[in-house]
């Protein structure tokens, strides 16, 4: 799916500070040891042309999601509009809203989760525990079932702590495991190795402006 989509039409909010484009699952956000062309790449190369500048071009990477998740991600225009967003994660001043699909549809259709999660490194996974132990940290979400698909079920999650995998690991400890999301117990891949989870929406008071921002992608979930 990467790239069928170019940057120009997923842009979803652009000011003088910040530009929020639609992710597509199999894109990565910045570089990393793959040496695949990020994200950051592609929207400075679309500044670049759209604005005709000369010389380096500031584009910021504001937070990150994984590789085969799609949805909504920030990047900052202007090192001021870095430094403040950097700010507004840092306090957790921004809701952030998913949709996914599910294999089993939850015993209980609405309901906070509070449990504790430690990354293993060495299986770049998570872990999650019901009870506190050491080194692991605080992972709290809250879910709510919209809807069924043909084989699936629609949920929307609020992240309210983005620890590593998190909504990947506890829906699956709680017997909700990730369509396509083969590490935390899918039953099968999806065809273009995303799994189906997407950063729906954002809210959070523009940190220059002062204005509230809420932002939706256009872009549904449809790969179930």
Do not use: W
Request: glycine fraction near 6%; proline fraction near 4%.
């Amino acid at each position: 799916m990467e790239d069928i989509i170019p940057i120009s039409e997923r842009i979803i909010y652009e000011d003088n500070h910040l530009i929020i484009v639609h992710k597509l699952p199999g894109e990565i956000v910045q570089a990393d040891k793959t040496g695949d062309e990020p994200l950051s790449e592609k929207i400075r190369t679309f500044l670049k042309e759209k604005y005709q500048k000369q010389g380096n071009v500031f584009v910021g990477i504001v937070h990150r999601i994984d590789r085969p998740v799609s949805g909504i991600v920030i990047y900052a225009k202007t090192s001021k509009g870095l430094m403040r967003m950097n700010e507004v994660f840092k306090h957790r001043k921004i809701r952030k809203f998913y949709h996914v699909l599910v294999e089993q549809k939850p015993e209980i259709e609405e309901q906070t989760l509070e449990q504790f999660i430690k990354k293993n490194e060495k299986l770049n996974r998570s872990i999650i525990s019901n009870e506190p132990k050491e080194g692991y940290l605080t992972a709290t979400l809250h879910y709510k079932y919209l809807q069924p698909t043909k084989n699936y079920h629609l949920l929307e999650v609020e992240l309210f702590t983005g620890r590593h995998h998190q909504i990947r690991a506890q829906l699956a400890s709680n017997g909700m495991c990730i369509k396509g999301d083969l590490k935390y117990g899918a039953k099968r891949s999806n065809p273009d190795a995303s799994i189906s989870l997407q950063a729906q929406r954002i809210i959070f008071e523009h940190p220059v402006a002062k204005t509230v921002i809420e932002i939706e992608t256009p872009y549904g979930l449809i790969r179930g």
